[in-house]
Each structure stands twice: as structure tokens, then as C-alpha cells.
């Protein structure tokens, strides 16, 4: 098995912060991670202008193609506005960006609670 650092980004503005509950899926040419839930024990996640960094254990994925992100618009503020996503492959050190920028949020933007993010070139 391989790890993969994954480090979320959330953005600055106000109401950027989530308390939903915050899935993960990384597809590569090799397979998926299957969704993963980011958590971590005692630590309030997701929370405005923050870096939270989490690892996953799963076989090598290969180059990466996709990021999923997606939240169960659970807790009272469930909206949240997701600045990137970066994933490093932690045996070879080779980090991809997936830039975002949009709100995961049922009544902001699109009115969406997932995305799909596609590496930043």
C-alpha cells in the first residue's frame, strides 16, 4: 500500500467553514481510493482560512486524474467554500494540485455539495 498525503484548503470569506461531515474519493490510472471520510479525533476541521492535512493508505493509484469532494450538508453550517486540494504520493513525493475555489454549498453557487476537481496545470 501506498500513502497519500491530502491537504484541503479552505477558503477565506466569511462562512467559509463546514461542520458537515467531509468525504474524499482520489481516482488515478490505477483505480480509486473508494470515498474515504476526512476526519481526525478532537480537532475541528474545515474551519475558515484553515490547512488540514490528512493521510490515506491505499494501493498506488498511479498518475492522478480526479479528486472528489463532497459533504452530507450535515451540522447548522454545513456550506463551505473549498479553496484547493493538494495530494502528495508520500513513497514518491510527487504532490498534484487540484484547484477549486467554489462553495460546496445548497444555497450558494450552483447549489452543489460535491465536485469534481481536476489537476491545475
Known sequence: PVKYEVIVT????????????????????NGDTGKRELKQ?????????????????????????KVRLEHDSSGYYSGWLVEKVEVTNTSTGVATIFNCGQWLDKKRGDGLTWRDLFPSV
Open 10 to 29: 479552505t477558503g477565506y470569506e466569511q462562512g467559509a467553514g463546514t461542520d458537515a461531515n467531509v468525504f474524499v474519493t482520489i481516482f488515478g490510472a
Open 41 to 65: 479525533k478532537m480537532r475541528n476541521l474545515f474551519e475558515r482560512g484553515s490547512t488540514d492535512r490528512f493521510f490515506l493508505e491505499t494501493l498506488e493509484l498511479g498518475e492522478l486524474r
